[in-house]
């Protein structure tokens, strides 16, 4: 998807990446968790480490627990939303 495109209302801007949906409890909202590999030179080994993001779960997509999922940043939603999921990825289910 390309930069200062709209989707669902909402201008995207910046950053795109993928995750899993962990939670969906609120109400258009949903939990991402991404896994993130990291090398620490000072040890010289690799550390896993994790992200959660509170994203926007438009009506027209409806994300649900377990998918896996492309998020893009957009403007403030509210106090701690400022991304939203763009899409699915293919072939990739719970």
Do not use: C, Q
């Amino acid at each position: 998807m390309k930069k200062d495109t709209k989707f669902d209302g909402l201008k995207i801007r910046g950053e795109t990446l993928t995750g899993r949906v962990i939670s969906t409890k609120s109400k258009k909202t949903a939990v991402v968790e991404r896994d993130i590999t990291k090398y620490l030179s000072k040890y010289g080994k690799w550390a896993k480490t994790r992200s959660r993001i509170i994203v926007h779960n438009p009506d027209s997509l409806s994300a649900k627990v377990g998918d896996l999922v492309t998020i893009a940043e957009t403007r403030k939603i509210s106090k701690t939303k400022s991304w939203t999921i763009i899409g699915f990825i293919e072939g990739e289910t719970k």
